[in-house]
């Protein structure tokens, strides 16, 4: 079982450029999320989806947008990327979308808008 | 609104050492806590979580979490550090009215030196 994978593994952009960072999963899990990670803030919610057809903003959700159009992939663009969005994304998932589940994440993907 | 707080950036101990990691959450709803660590180049996972119940709570890697609600505190704890144990750990807290989503810490780097 790959569990969550992520693609591309890393990507050097240039500012104002479009970009899909895509994320699938296998376990079958109603739920899952996006996030940003930055060296002193931790992780932060980008958008979530609880069931495949249902999207929801998170944290920080402005200059990203994403679809859910099956349970197994949750595609996230950055429609006009800007130096500020430079970070390593992690896409996660869980069972039920639940409070107390347990999110299991990707491998991430290291993203350099120039 | 919640917020989870990470009290060290960075601890360094030295192998065989005990280790406590501190972390301290906001919320004016019941909770529920995890710990999660970071291998270097990896995604997250899952160490330890908190629903109901005995407040002290094992994990995996001999990692152990013990909850105070008077004190909003769940800091993380192991007697004895191995090399392997260098990562970087996050607290996080889901609120349980907030579905799944999750407020992460801005994580603690466990160095452990020979």
């Known amino acids: 079982i790959a569990g969550i994978t992520q693609a591309p593994t890393s990507q050097i952009l240039a500012a104002g450029r479009r970009m899909t960072l895509r994320c699938t999963q296998d376990?079958?899990?109603?739920?899952m999320y996006w996030y940003r990670q930055d060296l002193g803030l931790g992780l932060r919610l980008i958008h979530y989806?609880?069931?495949?057809?249902?999207?929801g903003k998170g944290e920080v959700p402005d200059g990203y947008s994403v679809s859910r159009a099956n349970t197994d992939d949750f595609p996230l663009t950055l429609a006009s990327a800007v130096p500020s969005q430079t970070s390593v994304y992690f896409c996660?998932?869980?069972?039920?979308?639940?409070?107390?589940?347990?999110?299991?994440f990707g491998p991430g993907t290291r993203l350099t808008v120039l | 609104a919640q917020s989870v707080t990470q009290l060290d950036s960075q601890v360094p101990v030295f192998e065989e050492a005990p280790v406590e990691l501190r972390c301290n959450y906001s919320?004016?709803?019941?909770?529920?806590l995890f710990w999660y660590v970071q291998y270097p180049n990896q995604g997250l996972q899952l160490l330890l979580k908190?629903?109901?119940?005995?407040?002290l709570v094992k994990g995996i890697n001999g990692f152990e979490a013990e909850f105070n609600k008077s004190q909003t505190s769940f800091h993380l704890r192991k007697p004895s550090v191995h090399i392997s144990d260098t990562a970087e750990y996050f607290c996080?807290?889901?609120?349980?009215?907030?579905?799944?989503?999750?407020?992460f810490g801005q994580g603690t780097e466990l160095s452990v030196k020979p």
């Open positions: 919320s004016s709803v019941s909770v529920y």
């Open positions: 908190y629903l109901s119940g005995s407040t």
């Open positions: 989806s609880n069931t495949a057809g249902t999207t």
């Open positions: 996660a998932s869980s069972d039920g979308g639940l409070s107390g589940d347990t999110q299991y």
């Open positions: 376990m079958r899990h109603n739920a």
């Open positions: 996080a807290v889901s609120e349980s009215n907030q579905g799944g989503k999750l407020i």
